[in-house]
């Protein structure tokens, strides 16, 4: 166990000083391998990397992250912001609430939250801060909801996680469509709760729009709305795979971008294609070289020892979880979500079944997780995402309008963790 403490402070040490994670991940588990196995370990490292990455489910995540950043290439996000401006300005603080359920139905045809928060935060807080918007209400806003892309489906986290973990992806998409809508739900409602308290931080709209015109905004979101359901509804009805599945979206997504929005220039593609093949290789690598320190863990019997030493102590198994969504928490402000996922999912999932919880049910919450690690400083990307694409709004401001967002996110994580069964009717149904 010794070794093993030296390993971990090893791997902290290297991130600590802004080593690539996969390289960090990969040396790290190469020396424990080699202290306990000797020069085997050069034949045990590639066999673990090319083993993990040998998994037919993986090739949906490119083709995922390819679709999105199709569709970030188009004014789908611009689109669905307008359609439900259209459809909510009777509400008060219509145009963050619209926000909110914009981007759950641009995570509904990308997955990737960066690509939700770019495309609606670039239309929306403009129009919130032109408006008479509160500054802190607008990018909170934004930000926040940009997050649930992570978790409705088709969702890259909940591909990662079924990679790491066995669990079937088209299950993990089944499940996360319950905490999606109750998440997206619990935004809005503090949004109309806050802006009916302070009526000052969001304006009422002086529009009035028609039926037809509610109805005419759907016209440029159908093909969208077609796509989320040629997708999804293939996997969900078996008749395709989550990879043949997501082959299927890429290519409705090149369609959508070539043929109606026509905004594909031989250029702008090879920079699509460069983007996506940048991005999977990245994550990819990540996954493969956590796949070498999550088998040394195993190999030392780590997460053996800490399944005996949780389950034989006399907390309840309620305290255990909280513990572990605030470790998770913690590691998130710290950690990206992809080696979140890679390197605790194979430590902290035997754990979760000695106390008898589905590891289904752990992939939701722990995406609900990485919903709140997207948003929390430093490495809340969707910070620095919003940052980039409204230039007016500081780095400080955008983390202080979070805060509030982040605790209605934590709220929601712990209603499913407490009560697992909420999450795991509609798999349970299907």
């Not at 940009?146 to 066995?166: E, K, N, Q, R, T």
């Not at 305290?319 to 992809?338: E, F, H, R, S, Y």
């Not at 996922?341 to 106390?355: D, E, K, S, Y």
């Amino acid at each position: 166990m010794t070794d093993a403490i030296i390993v971990v402070i090893a791997l902290l040490a290297m991130i600590g000083l802004g080593f690539p994670i996969f390289l960090s991940l990969g040396l790290a588990g190469l020396a424990g391998l080699y202290m306990a196995k000797g020069s085997l370990a050069f034949f045990f490292a590639p066999s673990s990397l090319f083993g993990q990455l040998n998994s037919f489910e993986l090739i949906a995540l490119p083709l995922f992250v390819l679709m999105g950043n199709l569709l970030g290439a188009t004014p789908v996000g611009a689109s669905l912001f307008h359609a439900a401006v259209r459809w909510l300005n009777w509400l008060r603080g219509s145009l963050a609430i619209s926000s909110v359920g914009a981007s759950a139905m641009f995570g509904a045809v990308s997955g990737v939250s960066l690509a939700g928060v770019a495309a609606v935060g670039s239309i929306a807080v403009p129009q919130m801060l032109e408006r008479g918007y509160s500054r802190q209400l607008a990018a909170g806003s934004v930000v926040s909801a940009g997050a649930l892309a992570m978790l409705i489906p088709p969702s890259v986290p909940f591909i990662i996680y079924g990679a790491v973990s066995s669990v079937s992806v088209a299950d993990l998409f089944i499940g996360g469509i319950v905490p999606g809508i109750v998440l997206a739900l619990a935004l809005a409602l503090y949004i109309y709760i806050r802006v009916r308290l302070n009526p000052e931080e969001a304006p009422a709209a002086p529009e009035r729009f028609t039926w037809k015109e509610r109805f005419i905004s759907l016209a440029n979101i159908w093909h969208s709305a077609l796509l989320v359901v040629a997708v999804l509804g293939a996997i969900y009805t078996g008749l395709a795979t989550p990879s043949e599945a997501a082959s299927i979206g890429a290519l409705g997504a090149l369609l959508i971008a070539g043929l109606i929005f026509r905004s594909l220039s031989w250029k702008k593609l090879r920079e699509i294609f460069g983007s996506t093949a940048r991005v999977s290789g990245t994550i990819l690598l990540i996954i493969g070289c956590a796949k070498i320190f999550g088998d040394y863990l195993n190999l030392v019997r780590v997460p053996q020892t800490l399944t005996d030493l949780l389950t034989a102590s006399s907390l309840p198994s309620w305290a255990i979880l909280v513990a572990i969504m605030l470790l998770l928490v913690l590691l998130g402000m710290l950690v990206d979500a992809v080696s979140l996922i890679v390197v605790t999912t194979p430590v902290l999932l035997p754990v979760i079944q000695a106390l008898g919880y589905d590891p289904l049910w752990f992939g939701i919450v722990m995406v609900l997780n990485l919903e709140i690690a997207v948003v929390t400083p430093p490495v809340g990307l969707n910070l620095y995402a919003l940052r980039g694409v409204c230039p007016d709004l500081r780095i400080e401001e955008i983390i202080r309008s979070a805060l509030p967002f982040v605790a209605v996110q934590f709220a929601v994580l712990m209603l499913f963790v407490l009560f697992p069964s909420i999450s795991l009717w509609l798999p349970n149904l299907l």
